[in-house]
Structures are given as structure tokens and as C-alpha cells.
């Protein structure tokens, strides 16, 4: 049974950091792309990071220098770190794993999600 189960948000105020992880199970992680999503009251589903899997990454320009996404094959589990945090940033983060190793696969099962606020 696929299973991918996100932690690690909280409440921060604006400049700090946050790691979110996100632990895989069920599957073979290191054959797949995996993907931090984010979702805004309001707003539409954002991809903010990818890593497929040989490690390539892509990131959306508002995570660029300031989040970095990583993966341990070992762990079966993949991370955020989230530097520099802005009111902006503040969303549901939803960690997906890809049908494929290449993050421009579709996306086949999703986490529950961990609340990132960013407020002072």
C-alpha cells in the first residue's frame, strides 16, 4: 500500500526556517520522481519543488534561493528545507509522488498535507 505522509510545518515568523519531510512506504522511492506541492486559502495547487529520480531538481521561481529540496533513497524519504520564509509562503504543503522517475510525470498519490504559517 502506497502511503506518503508529510511533517514538519508549524507557525515561524517571517525570515525563519522550517525542514518539512515527507516518508514514503509501499513503493520502490528511489524509481520515482517526487514533488512538494503548496496550496494557499484561495488559491490553486502550486508545484514548488521536484527531484526525479537520478536528482535532478526543479524548482518554481518562488522557492528559488531560498527552499531546497533532497531526498534520502536509504530513508525512502524526501525534504524542504525552507529558509527565509515570507508571509507569502504561508500554505498547506502537500508532498506527491510522480507515475515516473521524470519529475514531469504525472502524480499518482498524494500526503495529507502539514499547515505552513508564516506570521509575526
Known amino acids: 500500500q502506497v502511503q506518503v505522509v508529510e511533517s514538519g510545518g508549524g507557525l515561524v515568523q517571517p525570515g525563519g526556517s522550517l525542514r518539512l519531510s515527507c516518508a514514503a512506504s509501499?513503493?520502490?522511492?528511489?524509481?520515482?520522481?517526487m514533488k512538494w506541492y503548496r496550496q494557499a486559502p484561495g488559491k490553486g495547487r502550486e508545484l514548488v519543488a521536484a527531484i526525479n529520480s537520478a536528482g535532478s531538481i526543479y524548482y518554481a521561481d518562488s522557492a528559488k534561493g531560498r527552499f531546497t529540496i533532497s531526498k534520502d533513497n536509504a530513508r525512502a524519504t524526501m525534504y524542504l528545507q525552507m529558509n527565509s520564509l515570507k508571509p507569502e509562503d504561508t500554505a498547506m504543503y502537500y508532498c506527491?509522488?510522480?507515475?515516473?522517475?521524470?519529475?514531469?510525470?504525472?502524480?499518482?498519490?498524494w500526503g495529507q498535507g502539514t499547515q505552513v504559517t508564516v506570521s509575526s
Open positions: 506527491a509522488k510522480s507515475t515516473g522517475g521524470d519529475y514531469f510525470s504525472g502524480d499518482d498519490y
Open positions: 509501499g513503493f520502490t522511492f528511489s524509481n520515482y520522481a
